[in-house]
Structures are given as structure tokens and as C-alpha cells.
């Protein structure tokens, strides 16, 4: 029989952790990350729920999502969900408002599966007990030497059957990094490439042909994500062992359709964080299962891992080396790889996860609690 319990509380907080040396991408570059945490209770139990944003949104999960849910039905978090949705319309549903849904709702099916003492991808429904990764990282800040034991490690240590390197900040030498990163893993995985927008479409095309000569398999957001006529272009003319993928700065399930719609993609990326949490993640995948388009989860490996064992059409999640780093550092109960593959911990409830409020401490932003 289901349980009546409301929501009775929302609390938020920021941690701004450093990184552990300069990174950058083909177009950012970065010293630290943010991760907000939420906690809600019902109850007995207390849900948690994270996301990787700004300190800033804080104010606005206590201030505006907390008070649009409290007392709703644990039990419902899609309705929870929708009332949130609404709670932003004249903010703006993008952006910042949505990773800070996507915080609250991830822990609102947390709680709910504490509550019944279920492990969340038993609540969801499971496709799958386990889950592939790529390794990610290959920053355009790291020297050659760098990339390549970084890389090799993801093969030789995890056993990664992709890994993915940054690219774009400086196009001329990127053919030269990919040759680096190559021989790092020779035959034993395939090599990813992510631009993160750095390139003109022509450019991008030039650049996939000599990609392709060192076995590239995946050419992420070659142009930028809302270039999808751009993208389209690069997709039909690239080479037909090289996926085009992109998605990861979805933030409504409109913004994924468009996507599907344009035929820009052979791969759908989405982000729990940011695209509105469990709810939406869900929504998404039942489109790629529509549109017969694999999925992959971007990044936040720990949180991503009980909804990627529910979605159909899931090919494998990002083992992103910031996202792992902190989520080793500041959870109990974070996923280590075994053969290339993530589990969820079956005898755990929830998302397995527990913070470390002690060991964080040093990185919470002042004025953020």
C-alpha cells in the first residue's frame, strides 16, 4: 500500500571545489566546479539530489522551487516536477532554473525510493543492472605526455572501451593530439573526439576526414548544439565510421524533439543535471526510443547511473575525470568501475549515495546554505 508523506523540507547548499590543474576545452577554460546539493525530507527519510551549476541557484531552489512543493506527495515526484516547471515560467524554464529542477527532482525520487527501501533503478523499472562509461577528459590545457597517460589509464586500468579527449582551442595542433591520444590506446578502444562548438562546419569537415584516418568514431558538437543546420551538414558528409553526437545543453524536452526532428545526430546526449532531473531524463529517453536514436548520459556518473539502468536505448555514460574526482571525494557510496562498466549497488536504497557534509566543508560557498 503506498505510504502518504509529504514534503516537508528543502535545504540547498554550494561547494565550489578546485580542480586539481588548469583545464579547458575548445571553448572554456576553468579552476573549480560547483556542485548544489539538496536535501529533502520526508518522512523518516531524507532524499539527496545534486547538480553541477551555479552557487547562485541556492536562492532560487529555497526561495521559489521549495515553497511551490512543500507538503506535495512524496510519492508523485512528476507532479512535483510540474509544479516547478510552472514556478519558473516567467523566469525562464533554461539555463540556471533547470539545473536547479533537475537538483530537486533527482532527489525527490531518491527519497521516494528510501522510503519504500528500494534501490531507485528497482523503483524505475531496469532495462539493465549495469552500465558501460567512456572515459573523458584529454583537457587542451594537458601536454602530450598528459593526454596519453590519461587516456591509456582509462583502457589499461578501467577498461574502457571509448575515451574521449577535448579539442578545438587551438585546431591547428588538434590533428597531432589526436595521433598522441591514438597511440596511447592503439586497438584497444575506440577514440572519441569532443569540439564543444569550436569549429565552423567546413572546418569541422576538414578536420573529421584527418580524424578519421586515426580511427575516430565519435566527433561531439563539432559545430555548436544550436547550430543544427550545421550540424546536419557535418553529419551527411563526414566520414561513415564517424558518429556525430550532441545534446548535452538540453534543458527541456523541446530542445531534445528539435533535435531528434532535424536528423542533426546519429547519438542523443542528455544531462540529469541540467535537462530537468529523473523526470525529464525519462522523457527524453522515450523520444530517442521513438526516434530509434541511442542515448547517452552526460556526465555526473553517480547520479546519472540508476536512470541510465532504466532507459531504453541507453548506450553508456560519461566517466568525466572532474565529475568522478568530486563525486569519489564527497560521496559514500559512489560507482568504481569494474571492465568498463558501472553498477548500482542493489542492496542500497536510493541512489546509494550518501554526502560527506564533514569532508566538504572546506569547499561550501559562503551565503549559499
Same mark, same amino acid.
Given at each position: 500500500m503506498?505510504?502518504?508523506?509529504?514534503?516537508?523540507s528543502?535545504?540547498?547548499?554550494?561547494?565550489?571545489i578546485?580542480?586539481?590543474?588548469?583545464?579547458?576545452?575548445?571553448?572554456?577554460s576553468?579552476?573549480?566546479?560547483?556542485?548544489?546539493?539538496?536535501?529533502?525530507?520526508?518522512?523518516?527519510?531524507t532524499g539527496?539530489?545534486?547538480?553541477?551549476?551555479?552557487?547562485?541557484?541556492? &536562492?532560487?531552489?529555497?526561495?521559489?522551487?521549495?515553497? *511551490?512543493?512543500?507538503?506535495?506527495?512524496?510519492?508523485d515526484?512528476?507532479?512535483?516536477?510540474? #509544479?516547478?516547471?510552472?514556478?519558473?515560467?516567467? +523566469?525562464?524554464?533554461?539555463?540556471?532554473?533547470?539545473?536547479a529542477?533537475? *537538483?530537486?527532482?533527482?532527489?525527490?525520487?531518491?527519497?521516494?525510493?528510501?522510503?519504500?527501501?528500494?534501490?531507485?533503478f $528497482?523503483?524505475?523499472? @531496469?532495462?539493465?543492472?549495469? =552500465?558501460?562509461? !567512456?572515459?573523458?577528459?584529454?583537457?587542451?590545457?594537458?601536454?602530450?605526455?598528459? +593526454?596519453?597517460?590519461?587516456?591509456?589509464?582509462w583502457?589499461? /586500468?578501467?577498461?574502457?572501451?571509448?575515451?574521449?579527449?577535448?579539442?578545438?582551442?587551438?585546431? /591547428?595542433?588538434?590533428?597531432?593530439?589526436?595521433?598522441?591520444?591514438?597511440?596511447?590506446?592503439?586497438d $584497444?578502444? #575506440?577514440?572519441? =573526439?569532443d569540439?564543444?562548438?569550436?569549429?565552423?562546419?567546413?572546418?569541422?569537415l576538414? +578536420?573529421?576526414?584527418?580524424?578519421?584516418?586515426?580511427d575516430?568514431?565519435?566527433?561531439?558538437?563539432?559545430?555548436?548544439?544550436?547550430?543544427? /543546420?550545421?550540424? #546536419?551538414?557535418?553529419?551527411? $558528409?563526414?566520414?561513415?565510421?564517424?558518429e556525430?553526437?550532441?545534446?548535452?545543453?538540453? !534543458?527541456?524536452?523541446?530542445?531534445? #524533439?528539435?533535435?531528434?526532428? @532535424?536528423?542533426?545526430?546519429?547519438?542523443?546526449?542528455a544531462?540529469?543535471?541540467?535537462?530537468?532531473?529523473?523526470?525529464?531524463f525519462?522523457?527524453?529517453?522515450?523520444?530517442?526510443?521513438?526516434? &530509434?536514436?541511442?542515448?547517452?548520459?552526460?556526465?555526473?556518473?553517480?547520479?546519472?547511473? &540508476?536512470?541510465?539502468?532504466?532507459?531504453?536505448? +541507453?548506450?553508456?555514460?560519461?566517466?568525466? !575525470?572532474d &565529475?568522478?574526482?568530486?563525486?569519489?571525494?564527497?560521496?559514500?557510496?559512489?560507482p568504481?568501475?569494474?571492465?568498463?562498466?558501472?553498477?548500482?549497488?542493489? @542492496?542500497?536504497?536510493?541512489?546509494?549515495?550518501?554526502?560527506?557534509?564533514?569532508?566538504?566543508?572546506?569547499?561550501?560557498?559562503?551565503?549559499?546554505?
Open positions: 503506498k505510504p502518504e508523506v509529504s514534503i516537508h528543502v535545504r540547498a547548499r554550494a561547494f565550489r578546485p580542480t586539481d590543474g588548469p583545464e579547458a576545452d575548445g571553448t572554456n576553468w579552476d573549480s566546479t560547483t556542485l548544489v546539493l539538496v536535501e529533502i525530507s520526508g518522512g523518516t527519510q539527496i539530489g545534486y547538480t553541477y551549476s551555479s552557487a547562485a541557484i541556492v &536562492h532560487l531552489i529555497v526561495g521559489k522551487l521549495g515553497p *511551490a512543493i512543500e507538503g506535495a506527495d512524496v510519492m515526484p512528476q507532479a512535483a516536477w510540474l #509544479r516547478m516547471q510552472q514556478a519558473v515560467r516567467n +523566469l525562464g524554464r533554461e539555463g540556471m532554473a533547470a539545473t529542477i533537475s *537538483a530537486v527532482d533527482t532527489a525527490l525520487y531518491d527519497l521516494k525510493a528510501r522510503l519504500f527501501g528500494l534501490p531507485l $528497482r523503483l524505475l523499472g @531496469s532495462y539493465r543492472d549495469a =552500465v558501460a562509461i !567512456y572515459g573523458s577528459g584529454g583537457f587542451t590545457t594537458y601536454t602530450d605526455r598528459q +593526454l596519453e597517460e590519461q587516456l591509456g589509464g583502457v589499461a /586500468e578501467q577498461g574502457c572501451a571509448f575515451v574521449k579527449m577535448k579539442i578545438g582551442s587551438e585546431p /591547428e595542433r588538434d590533428p597531432h593530439r589526436v595521433k598522441i591520444a591514438k597511440r596511447a590506446i592503439g $584497444r578502444a #575506440r577514440l572519441f =573526439v569540439a564543444n562548438g569550436a569549429y565552423g562546419a567546413k572546418q569541422a576538414a +578536420l573529421a576526414d584527418r580524424f578519421a584516418e586515426q575516430v568514431g565519435w566527433f561531439e558538437e563539432p559545430v555548436s548544439s544550436d547550430d543544427l /543546420e550545421g550540424l #546536419r551538414t557535418v553529419r551527411a $558528409r563526414a566520414p561513415a565510421t564517424m556525430i553526437a550532441a545534446g548535452e545543453y538540453a !534543458y527541456t524536452l523541446n530542445y531534445v #524533439r528539435t533535435m531528434l526532428q @532535424s536528423r542533426a545526430i546519429d547519438v542523443q546526449q544531462d540529469v543535471t541540467r535537462c530537468g532531473g529523473i523526470t525529464a525519462l522523457q527524453i529517453a522515450a523520444l530517442c526510443e521513438a526516434f &530509434h536514436i541511442d542515448l547517452s548520459g552526460h556526465c555526473a556518473p553517480a547520479l546519472h547511473l &540508476h536512470v541510465a539502468c532504466a532507459s531504453p536505448h +541507453l548506450r553508456h555514460l560519461e566517466w568525466f !575525470y &565529475h568522478v574526482r568530486i563525486e569519489s571525494m564527497l560521496f559514500e557510496g559512489a568504481a568501475p569494474r571492465k568498463g562498466m558501472i553498477r548500482p549497488d542493489a @542492496s542500497s536504497p536510493g541512489n546509494g549515495l550518501s554526502f560527506k557534509h564533514q569532508d566538504a566543508a572546506q569547499y561550501a560557498v559562503q551565503g549559499s546554505a
